[in-house]
């Protein structure tokens, strides 16, 4: 049998185009990759000799993968709705998830008269959350509670401020997510929102009735002021940035309803079935792995592009930059030593817009930097020239690709276009909420696989804690009280003057 992707034969019988594969009614067209069957060969032998299969069974086995930290990363048990049964270190956690699955079921049931919520987290606690509601705001007829949903993550007040211009004091409830519940722009956020409620003449018991927090760390939660039955629980075999199937995705429920919260569960449930279940050479999350290996071993490839040609989906390139970044941007592997790839830069936008914004790079450019184009094949409106618009909005996606991969000659070498830039097609039959998890899922299994690849681990984030480390003695000096730091073993020559400078100015 051919080990080219498109030899699947659960999707010979549809009507999906030569070189395409598809799982879960999602389709990956990898056609402008220019890969060979005699490469798509090598490739699935070498990640045999990674020992991908093993390593997608040790996963979903619970087995401490993340070899850095010594835990499973087991987010897909938060979106495992057959319920079977999954140890970690012999203990079944489903019972646990299922008794959250329930808790917020009945708060979905219980909420009524509430303004705005307020979701206070940052990185993996904000991504996910933001881009779902976000998302499926575009849905046409999707229930919606009518409340105002605010997501604040900065520590800049500019964030704060035109959140709490908004929104009503005694018909507002606040989310303060965060695993540790110390993470410092969290805690600020949650304790200056507190003080508006104050502000507002709200008392103590008022107060503590509006909080709500998902988090590990129960006891500081407790002593920030949350009552119990308004802590939902967070473990720590979720990475943050895999974190929006718990009880981080509350804010999904409470807008849209707890069935579009299963319905979102589901979608991404069912990609892990197939990454579980589906051989390498028909595995989509695979797949769309090994195409960007590919493309490092043949181009160097330091960036990549995701360019979904939806509105709705115009956040999706920031969650996958963490996804991708916080995930796989590592110098080392496991072991230690030097690895020859791994995760390039990543960015993106909504199409077409993005046409008109660095498509002139991507096609004319000196690097080449591959594209994973994605379509939804339903338009997101109801509106009388919705279809028109799609087909136009489609056009232009199916354009770029060709153009990108084809290029054209001209004897204006202006006008060139060289071409043989590479390109996935994802395409959605529409995006809903269910869609919308199969799509996180599967790049989330994608970035597993990558780490697989290049020996990473994708679940540990050491590179982001030397940074905050050193902010707090940079943050006492710029309190103002002295105008002369000097360099020292925690600020350095340079950033001594720029504090000087921002204190003169106080």
């Known amino acids: 049998m051919s080990t080219r992707p498109d030899s699947n034969s659960s999707t010979a019988n549809q009507n999906i185009p030569n070189g395409a594969h598809s799982a879960v009614g999602v389709v990956l067209d990898t056609a402008y990759q220019s890969i060979d069957a005699s490469e798509w060969e090598k490739l699935f032998t070498q990640a045999r000799s990674a020992k991908l299969e093993q390593f997608i069974a040790d996963m979903f086995a619970g087995k401490h993968i993340n070899q850095s930290e010594d835990r499973p990363a ?21 019972p646990a998830v299922t008794e959250v699955w329930r808790r917020i079921e009945a708060l979905c049931n219980k909420w009524a008269g509430i303004t705005d919520v307020i979701h206070i987290g940052i990185g993996g606690s904000d991504f996910g959350p933001r881009l779902a509601i976000e998302a499926l705001s575009h849905v046409p007829g999707i229930e919606s509670r009518g409340m105002r949903m605010h997501f604040l993550s900065n520590i800049d007040t500019a964030e704060l401020a035109r959140i709490l211009a908004r929104a009503q004091p005694n018909s507002t409830r606040v989310m303060i997510v965060s695993k540790s519940f110390t993470t410092l722009e969290t805690m600020m956020n949650a304790k200056a929102v507190v003080s508006w409620f104050k502000e507002n ?77 589906a051989r390498l050479e028909e595995n989509l999350p695979v797949i769309m792995a090994l195409t960007l290996f590919c493309q490092q071993e043949k181009h160097q490839i330091k960036s990549y592009a995701v360019i979904p040609y939806a509105d709705a989906l115009d956040g999706f390139p920031k969650w996958l930059q963490q996804l991708d970044m916080e995930s796989n941007g590592k110098s080392v592997d496991r072991y230690g030593k030097p690895v020859k790839h791994s995760s390039p830069v990543v960015f993106g936008s909504a199409g077409s817009n993005a046409q008109h914004s660095y498509f002139q790079l991507l096609h004319q450019g000196t690097e080449v930097i591959p594209i994973d184009f994605i379509a939804v094949r339903k338009p997101m409106s109801e509106r009388p020239e919705a279809l028109a618009h799609h087909r136009i909005l489609l056009s232009n996606c199916l354009a770029q690709a060709q153009a990108l991969a084809n ?100």
């Not at 204006?412 to 395409?427: A, C, F, I």
């Open 201 to 277: 003449g709200c008392t103590k018991s008022q107060i503590a009735h509006s909080l709500f927090a998902v988090t590990a760390n129960v006891l500081a939660a407790q002593e920030f002021g949350v009552e119990d039955d308004n802590i939902y629980p967070f473990w720590d075999w979720v990475g943050g940035r895999y974190s929006v199937w718990s009880a981080v995705g509350l804010p999904i429920a409470l807008q849209y309803g707890f069935n579009t919260f299963r319905n979102f569960l589901s979608g991404a449930h069912a990609m892990d079935l197939h990454f579980q279940s």
């Open 74 to 94: 087991l987010h897909s048990a938060l979106r495992n709705l057959t319920k079977s049964p999954v140890l970690v270190n012999g203990e079944d956690v489903m």
């Open 407 to 506: 290029g054209k000659d001209d004897a204006n070498p202006n006008n060139v276009y060289p071409g043989k830039r590479p390109s996935n097609l994802l395409m959605l039959p529409e995006l809903n909420a269910f869609y919308l998890g199969a799509l996180l899922a599967l790049y989330e299994n994608r970035a597993a696989s990558l780490g697989v690849l290049w020996n990473i681990n994708s679940f540990d984030q050491p590179g982001v804690e030397y940074g905050k480390v050193l902010a707090k003695p940079i943050e006492q000096a710029l309190l103002g009280s002295q105008h002369n730091i000097q360099a020292s073993d925690s600020i350095d020559a340079v950033t001594a003057a720029r504090i000087n400078f921002l204190n003169s100015n106080q």
